[in-house]
């Protein structure tokens, strides 16, 4: 992983609009002149290193060294600490839209039954009234008295006999509407009696599913504070970490998130692998989160990918191949989640909260998903065809 780079490009730079622009103002300041308050203080100074911390520490070079050890490790536990809330965010809104979805089809059921029940119905009042019809023209008509007397007057006997083969006839309608009615009733009653259980059904999916929007939104108003709060320790963090280091906050953003991808890696390609093989299809079994305020814009995330990958000093054959594969992994969509082995985001990280060590939206935000996946890449394959080669030769695809 390249940490020379001490500029972004134009496309990279809208990537943490508010986070990159704190950092970078933490970084100017902090350079200019160390002061015991930072820009973007922590605000628990008992369990985070103040600024005052950071002045003492660059006294002598083994103090800085230690001191950069400990801002390293409360900035693992500020991403720890908002991808916890990010990871309960994801699991509810997983739970709601499945709610939604189970609710929706139970509805269809409900109408599905209602219709058919209505049409049962109609068919068993047409039978009846049919039967009723054919009913009069018996009672009328076909007593035994009365055709023997009509064949002993008649003029027409062998008339006579034809119309009493249309009674016969008759008589046999007779008994078929006669079936097809007490038939009709009792379909019609039994699809009466389903739709009413399917309504019941519903209204306790409706229950549900409004518990689980609520539960979605509760655990979405908790992930909004944990990120804010994480990402001004985040940023205070990187600050100091550049001033401790010598470099950048940007360049020990990256650092930093090379260092813990690496880390993470065997476990990362070890829950891949064990997932698509119980998924027993790859990364085309996927579906897509339509709550939670997850950014969505599959342009605009290869738009930032095409100038993140230069940090790399990957060209545009190597883009191409970052094309192929996250289309094909999550088709760049922000909100990808793999409803079998619930890797998640346009990288389609597996467990998803790996992505908290590139930052704490990593649930919502693209450009955060994409941070992380180059990482990885990098890390794992050395390049983006890399991977993509990886992902071809196998199956399940996966990378």
Same mark, same amino acid.
């Given at each position: 992983? =390249? ?104 509805? !269809? ?31 009328? !008509? ?21 119309? *009493? ?8 309608? +007779?008994?078929? *509407? ?59 963090? *990187? ?49 897509? *989160? ?15 990918? =095409? ?36 890797? &998640? ?7 998803? !909260? ?8 990593? =649930? ?6 994409? !941070? +992380? ?6 890390? =794992? ?17 996966? &990378?």
């Amino acid at each position: 992983m =390249r940490h020379s780079c001490t500029t972004r490009g134009r496309a990279s730079a809208a990537r943490l609009s508010p986070i990159a622009a704190t950092l970078a103002a933490a970084a100017f300041v902090v350079t200019a002149s160390v002061s015991p308050v930072g820009p973007a203080q922590a605000s628990s100074a008992d369990q985070y290193p103040s600024w005052s911390d950071v002045q003492a520490a660059m006294r002598n070079e083994a103090a800085k060294q230690a001191e950069a050890q400990t801002v390293a490790a409360a900035l693992q536990t500020a991403q720890a600490a908002a991808a916890v809330a990010a990871q309960n965010a994801l699991n509810a809104a997983a739970a709601s839209e499945k709610a939604q979805s189970d609710l929706a089809a139970a509805t !269809d059921r409900q109408n599905a039954l209602a219709a058919q029940a209505g049409a049962a119905e109609a068919d068993a009042r047409t039978a009846h009234d049919a039967l009723g019809r054919v009913a009069s023209w018996r009672y009328r !008509d076909a007593s035994a008295d009365t055709v023997s007397l009509q064949i002993a007057l008649s003029s027409d006997p062998t008339g006579l006999l034809d119309r *009493l083969s249309t009674a016969e006839q008759i008589g046999q309608v +007779w008994q078929a *509407l006669s079936t097809k009615a007490v038939t009709a009733a009792g379909v019609a009653a039994s699809l009466r009696d389903q739709a009413v259980r399917a309504a019941a059904a519903r209204k306790q999916l409706a229950d549900v599913a409004q518990a689980a929007a609520d539960a979605a939104k509760a655990a979405d108003q908790a992930e909004q504070a944990a990120v804010a709060d994480a990402s001004a320790h985040e940023a205070t963090a *990187l600050a100091q970490l550049a001033v401790l280091r010598g470099t950048t906050a940007d360049v020990q953003r990256r650092y930093e998130l090379g260092v813990q991808v690496r880390a993470q890696l065997a476990a990362v390609e070890a829950a891949k692998e064990a997932a698509a093989r119980r998924a027993g299809s790859g990364s085309s079994s996927r579906a897509y *989160l339509t709550s939670g305020g997850v950014v969505v814009d599959p342009a605009a995330a290869q738009a930032y990918a =095409r100038g993140a990958i230069h940090y790399y000093g990957w060209g545009d054959a190597q883009f191409q191949c970052l094309l192929n594969l996250w289309n094909m992994e999550s088709g760049w969509r922000a909100d990808a989640l793999n409803p079998s082995s619930l890797a &998640y985001g346009i990288p389609q990280s597996l467990p998803a !909260d790996k992505m908290a060590t590139a930052g704490p939206d990593w =649930r919502t935000n693209g450009n955060t998903q994409i !941070d +992380w996946g180059l990482a990885y890449i990098s890390s =794992r394959y050395g390049t983006p065809c890399g991977a993509w080669g990886h992902e071809m030769s196998v199956y399940p695809h996966w &990378y």
